[in-house]
Every structure is written in structure tokens, then in C-alpha cells.
């Protein structure tokens, strides 16, 4: 193993990215819903509840996708998950318009989850290539 696998995967910038989103996503979800917990969100009659447990939902797989990227040797299967992170990463901000545009008073804090998320997929696009690299070259 080399010193780009050996390195500690809760370290990375990418990792801790995706842990952000998912407090800043959660924490938005909880303003709009009046600290609604997940599954009364998704079974709420109300559209922006639900949009904001679907936030929460998506960016509670980025960590997880992470992990299996970075800990699998198969090259199909690293690949499917990568592209589920990135299907995860358009729905959140996909869901962030559709709040913006219903008119939710959480605006200032929609952009800055817009903001971590543009922030996370750079990071996500530079490590997914190194990561690929790496191991064409062992």
C-alpha cells in the first residue's frame, strides 16, 4: 500500500466535506420542518418538508460512497458509486432550487449548502482522479 492509500480516510478534505454537508443539510432540514425527525418528513403532506428530508437523506450517502469508493479494488463497482455520489450531489442541489423557488425564509442558508456542495465536488472530482491513478499505476 502506498502513501496515498495508507492515508487516514477521515482526514480527508473530501471526507470532511461530505460531514459537513450533511450537518449543514440536517441543520437547514430541522429549520424548515420545525425540527421534524427524518421519517415524519418524508410522510409530511407538506412539499418543502419532504424536499428537506430528501436533502438529508442524499447527503447522508456521500460519506458512506466515499468510503466504498476509497476501499474497493473493483473498477466497475468504484465507478458506479462515484457516479451515485455525483446523482446524490445534483439532487441536493436540485432540492435547494425547488425550496428557493417555494419561497422558504432559509435562503442565506440554502447557498451556503450550494456553496459546500460546489466546494465538495471539486474535491470530490480531484481525489475520484488521483484515486484512479494510483491504482492504474499498481
Not at 425540527?35 to 424536499?51: A, C, P, R, T, V
Not at 435562503?107 to 471539486?122: T, V, Y
Request: include cysteine; charge should be positive; aromatic fraction near 10%.
Amino acid at each position: 500500500m502506498n502513501s496515498f492509500e495508507s492515508t487516514d480516510f477521515k482526514n480527508l478534505p473530501v471526507y470532511n466535506k461530505a460531514l459537513e454537508i450533511f450537518k449543514v443539510s440536517r441543520a437547514i432540514a430541522c429549520s424548515i420542518t420545525d425540527n421534524k425527525n427524518i421519517l415524519e418528513m418524508g410522510f409530511s403532506e407538506n412539499f418543502n418538508h419532504q424536499f428537506a428530508g430528501e436533502i438529508v437523506s442524499d447527503s447522508l450517502q456521500l460519506a458512506p460512497g466515499l468510503a466504498t469508493v476509497h476501499c474497493t479494488s473493483n473498477p466497475s463497482l468504484r465507478l458506479r458509486r462515484a457516479k451515485q455520489i455525483r446523482k446524490a450531489v445534483n439532487r441536493i442541489l436540485s432540492k435547494c432550487k425547488k425550496l428557493e423557488f417555494d419561497g422558504v425564509r432559509e435562503k442565506e442558508f440554502l447557498a451556503i449548502l450550494r456553496s459546500e456542495i460546489h466546494q465538495f465536488d471539486h474535491l470530490f472530482s480531484e481525489w475520484f482522479y488521483k484515486l484512479q491513478l494510483n491504482r492504474r499505476e499498481n
